[in-house]
């Protein structure tokens, strides 16, 4: 699986971004897509996470309520809507995919399989 995310930019504090996630080969609708960030100086960590029929999604708590996760399997894509930006959600946001069915979704970094190459994400205040 190669992971191809888009979308990012310079935003005012306030603003919205969505960004998207593109996913080659047919085993798509089979894995758990999670969303990560990395802000500079600071560990990756767990943003989002969506089921593999998009039923079911967690966030973390730092953006829940601002951001939602979603999927569109007949495009093998998964998208992060992000509102109400805020200059702390500044980073580097990657997609991740995790192979198998033994979870519907999945927050650790160790848990995904296949990582696209992150997209900048820049809020002003």
């Known amino acids: 699986v190669q992971l191809q995310a888009s979308g990012g930019g310079v935003v005012q504090a306030g603003g919205s971004l969505r960004l998207s996630c593109a996913a080659s080969g047919r085993t798509f609708s089979s894995n758990v897509m999670g969303w990560f960030r990395q802000a500079p100086g600071k560990a990756r960590e767990f943003v989002a996470t969506?089921?593999?029929?998009?039923?079911?999604?967690a966030y973390a708590d730092s953006v829940k309520g601002r951001f939602t996760v979603s999927r569109d399997n007949a495009k093998n894509t998964v998208y992060l809507q992000m509102n109400s930006l805020k200059p702390e959600d500044t980073a580097v946001y990657y997609c991740?995919?995790?192979?198998?069915?033994?979870?519907?979704?999945?927050?650790?970094?160790?848990?995904?399989?296949?990582w696209g190459q992150g997209t900048l994400v820049t809020v002003s205040s």
């Open positions: 969506v089921s593999r029929n998009g039923g079911t999604t």
């Open positions: 991740a995919a995790r192979r198998g069915l033994a979870r519907d979704i999945a927050r650790g970094r160790g848990e995904y399989d296949y």
